[in-house]
């Protein structure tokens, strides 16, 4: 059911023209811009006009000839939603001829629909419904004894939504919106005439065809054909607040349509700058876990983690935490605690989280799950660029000629943005994709790749020099821009170094294993197609060269002019919701809020003053540095806020053994995830749509996360950590976080003009935002860089020390799917699991066929750090010698095979590259073994304690 065709929809998208025209509509005139339609020129002058079809999402289609209008010299009723506005028309909207033919088309729909409005879920939300009554429809006089569609069946394979072909009226707004808003045409009108119907795929059930379950079709669908399964359970909402999705780092503003403190649905926020009015299927559909039974609403503690859980007040929980730090500091240290922030949680939260370890621990230890994703990012943009984010808005996509995919997956890591770009390529832009493994971006419908260099796992800086090769060496540099906009010197040592002949295409195609003359022309294409943006993921991120893959963009950005205005940049596909926020808020343990660095006397001494305290001017430990530490005796305590460490860290049994050491783990979360079954204390946290805050997506984008439910467990996460912070003797007493994030504005130059009042004005706002930039800044370095001059780095290519050898010959490589999210913990608890139940290994079918696999059998996937078992998939997306898997389920332990190689600058882990072995198995591997035998004691130490996911 369509919520958007409300009192904002004039249906038919904006016409953007320059040149204005007057008409007049119903003895008005009116002044739009030349190409707007009449349907939508008559809505700015009052009236709207009836209609089905359309809707200012989509294309106009003219199909059910009710938006007729009349128009002086024109013969017949035209469209209005296709006919453009031209100077000196006089259009009638209303007359008895139109009011005559609209009811006379309305009984033909009513004529085939069944009669049970009263009934129906959309009583009250249906177009249909109103159209009747706009137009003065009260009889039919055809009856239901003809022809008709009533009998037909309901599709309910998909586990979201219904399909009801009896309530269809073919207007074509579903098909189109799978067409033209996500881009995954899975839906055709077959048969003709009276037998039209929509079909998804080749009339298969929606389950069975290529629907990615995005809601489109729902949301574009008038009457309740299309209809959201809990609008059916629940009946139609009653109230909604916009909040933003917590799933991924585009950041898509949602309404959360509620019943009472039921959600009954979420649907995209037509308003929202990041997706305007598109979601995918986590979004828009995966909310359940927010009430799953799993969740634990109690505090719990206990003295060994072999020992059963304690359901505790409050109070307890919290001395006993803080009672648990303060023993360890008196008896190991200052330095032997630390904290972890969370990318799920919002950035104020985030931020009194990395204040609490600063001021209340009293060191700097402390660091976010940034560190095993996009801390590359933050560093290689820095040093070139200054400032340690993307450059652009997604919108900007609709400006770039030439788009190059690096690494990155946005059809399933970032969907509602893979659309935007897909509806570009549509259009006309040109497409390279650099990646190991044939993304769907590479041929999908109506899109191709123009190029795709399928380079080996590891190869990144040999390709992005190689590229560089031919764009110095063939003489296509942005000479001017560079001579304006970049350092000199460090240009010549950068050209110097590139056009080296060990850097040509040529002499790097054994390295990279793409053909030289594929190098050659995705080079000319970007460095000489118009405007030309690079997006990138972890991919790019997750090496031991990431962060130097991440300078290499910036240089071939730089090089080409590519950055500085809309359709160009870089811009880093940021992986979790609030990733960036993150970053931002000074969870990296050098840095203060706003990428200030600790050792800095004169930021510092700005938030000793703030705070009250005095900070310890040396960076403290990284995450892999405390796992060490840990393991060396000198680090025993740790909070750990929203991030799931044992699953989604490389090498688990380093993990867990680095816990295991420890005396005091608290693990604040909504779940007992993998983490909490080594915690000594469970602090309950809350979903994001228990709290107010905010998030900031892969734009810079700062968007409200608004509360629509109190707290399952009485308190948000911020309102935890002050607990906690208070009782070590930390003194905080905010009562929302509005006062956080003023806080925050005082503190932080890049947010001093952020504030909820502006958020709420705006919709949104992209930082930095402050005198000099009052609104946001959509588009970065547009007059120079931040840091001044643009810095060119020579980019020396270093294999990684992850080689594949007789014992281990392919390469693992690991990703993410559409329907899954990270550690899975919020997704696995959906329905979700419909679409990817567990995580599987792709394997090509020349290497399959050598080890004797075949499609769906058991495969023990064996490296140097440790052995699982999954299933098999043989599949022409991989390339021989590559292999690939997910990482959602913990009981796969993907991460039991990844190894402690890391990026040289951010210790980012090599989750990309791992050598292992593939070879036919029949039984679980030995830590597969172990885990479901930990899993079983951990969840009967839960059961103890009453928690209903221990008795599941
Ligand atoms: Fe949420 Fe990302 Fe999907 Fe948007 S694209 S609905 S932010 S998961």
């Known amino acids: 059911m369509n919520t958007q065709i409300h009192d904002t929809d004039f249906g038919t998208p904006a016409r953007v023209s320059e040149r204005m025209v007057t008409l007049e509509i119903d003895g008005q005139q009116v002044t739009v811009p030349e190409g707007t339609s009449l349907m939508r020129a008559a809505a700015e002058a009052g009236t709207m006009v009836p209609k089905l079809c359309a809707t200012d999402s989509l294309e106009p289609f003219g199909s059910c000839r009710l938006c007729l209008v009349e128009i002086d010299g024109r013969r017949g009723f035209p469209a209005s939603c296709t006919t453009p506005a031209e100077a000196g028309m006089v259009v009638r909207t209303q007359s008895d001829k139109l009011q005559s033919l609209r009811k006379g088309v309305m009984e033909l729909y009513i004529s085939d629909h069944p009669l049970d409005c009263l009934t129906c879920a959309a009583n009250g939300d249906c177009e249909l419904q109103d159209m009747a009554g706009v137009t003065g429809l009260r009889e039919v006089r055809y009856g239901l004894a003809g022809a008709n569609h009533l009998d037909s069946k309901k599709d309910e ?141 109690k505090p719990m503690i206990r003295s060994k983690i072999t020992d059963p859980w304690r359901e505790v007040s409050w109070d307890e929980a919290i001395g006993y935490a803080a009672s648990e730090f303060k023993r360890l500091q008196a008896k190991y240290g200052k330095d032997s605690v630390g904290g972890i922030t969370s990318s799920r949680c919002t950035n104020e939260e985030t931020y009194l989280v990395q204040k609490l370890i600063r001021a209340g621990f009293g060191n700097n230890n402390v660091d976010t799950c940034a560190r095993v994703c996009h801390s590359p990012t933050g560093y290689g943009l820095g040093q070139t660029l200054g400032t340690s984010a993307g450059t652009q808005t997604f919108k900007s996509v609709e400006q770039s000629d030439v788009i190059m995919v690096i690494g990155a997956n946005p059809t399933d890591g970032h969907p509602v943005f893979g659309s935007r770009m897909k509806k570009r390529l549509r259009e006309g832009a040109k497409l390279i994709v650099i990646d190991p493994r044939k993304i769907d971006l590479v041929d999908s419908p109506h899109v191709q790749a123009d190029y795709h260099l399928p380079l080996k796992p590891g190869t990144n800086v040999a390709m992005v020099t190689a590229l560089a090769h031919v764009i110095v060496t063939e003489g296509l540099l942005a000479a001017d821009f560079i001579a304006e906009r970049c350092e000199e010197k460090s240009f010549h040592d950068w050209k110097d170094f590139v056009s080296k002949p060990e850097n040509s295409p040529e002499a790097t195609a054994d390295i990279t294993g793409v053909p030289a003359e ?222 956080i994030m003023a806080e925050i504005a005082s503190l932080t130059p890049s947010f001093a003009g952020v504030s909820y009042e502006k958020i709420d004005k705006l919709g949104s706002v992209q930082w930095p935002c402050n005198d000099d930039a009052p609104d946001g800044t959509p588009t970065m370095h547009i007059d120079g860089f931040v840091r001044g001059k643009g810095k060119f780095f020579v980019t020396q290519y270093v294999a990684t020390d992850e080689k594949v050898n007789r014992r281990f010959p392919l390469i693992l490589t690991t990703g993410r799917i559409l329907s899954q999210y990270n550690v899975g913990a919020q997704t696995r608890r959906t329905d979700n699991v419909a679409w990817h139940a567990e995580d599987i290994l792709e394997i090509h079918p020349h290497d399959a066929e050598e080890r004797g696999i075949k499609d769906g059998d058991w495969v023990g996937v064996s490296s140097r750090a440790g052995e699982t078992v999954l299933h098999a998939k043989v599949s022409e997306r991989m390339q021989p010698g590559v292999v690939y898997t997910t990482f959602h389920f913990p009981e796969s332990g993907a991460n039991v095979i990844t190894t402690d190689n890391s990026d040289w600058a951010t210790n980012c882990p090599e989750y990309k590259v791992t050598a292992v072995q593939v070879l036919p198995v029949t039984q679980p591997s030995e830590w597969q073994q172990g885990y479901q035998r930990f899993n079983r004691t951990q969840l009967e130490l839960l059961e103890q304690a009453g928690s209903p996911e221990g008795k599941a």
């Open 157 to 297: 394979s998909n586990p979201y939504f219904s399909y009801d072909p009896a309530k269809c009226i073919v207007c074509n707004r579903c098909v189109r919106a799978c067409e033209e808003t996500q881009g995954t045409f899975a839906l055709t009108i077959s048969g003709r005439g009276f037998e039209s119907r929509v079909s998804p795929g080749q009339d298969q059930p929606f389950m069975e065809s290529e629907c990615v379950s995005c809601g489109a079709c729902v949301d574009a669908c008038p009457t309740a054909t299309l209809q959201e399964k809990s609008v059916i359970q629940f009946g139609q909402p009653e109230h909604s607040k916009i909040t933003t999705c917590a799933y991924c780092g585009v950041g898509c503003g949602f309404k959360a349509e509620m019943k009472g403190n039921q959600v009954v649905r979420m649907t995209p926020w037509k308003d929202g700058k990041a997706n305007e009015g598109h979601a995918c299927v986590k979004g828009r559909f995966a909310w359940g876990y927010a009430t799953h039974p799993d969740r634990i609403t």
């Open 518 to 739: 594929l190098v050659r022309g995705a080079a000319r294409l970007y460095a000489t197609g118009g405007n030309a943006a690079i997006y990138y993921g972890l991919g790019v991120t997750e090496h031991s060269q990431g962060s130097t893959m991440v300078i290499g963009i910036a240089n071939l950005a730089m090089a080409t002019g590519n950055v500085g205005r809309e359709g160009v940049g870089v811009n880093p596909l940021r992986g979790q919701n609030n990733v960036q926020g993150s970053c931002d808020m000074g969870s990296f343990p050098h840095e203060l809020p706003g990428y200030r660095h600790i050792s800095d006397t004169t930021t510092r001494q700005l938030f000793e003053q703030a705070w009250g305290v005095t900070l310890d001017p040396e960076p403290g430990l990284r995450i892999p540095n405390m796992f060490d530490a840990a393991l060396s005796g000198s680090f025993m305590g740790l909070y750990c806020e929203g991030e799931d460490i044992v699953q989604s860290d490389p090498n688990t049994q380093h993990v867990t053994a680095a816990l295991s050491a420890m005396e005091c783990i608290v693990v604040q979360d909504i779940f007992l995830n993998e983490t909490a079954k080594y915690a000594h204390v469970f602090l309950p946290g809350s979903s994001f749509l228990e709290k107010d805050g905010t998030f900031t997506n892969a734009e810079r984008r700062i968007s409200r996360v608004r509360q629509v439910m109190k707290p399952l467990a009485k308190y948000a996460d911020w309102e935890v950590t002050q607990l906690l912070a208070n009782a070590l003797g930390l003194k905080m007493d905010y009562s929302h976080p509005s006062q």
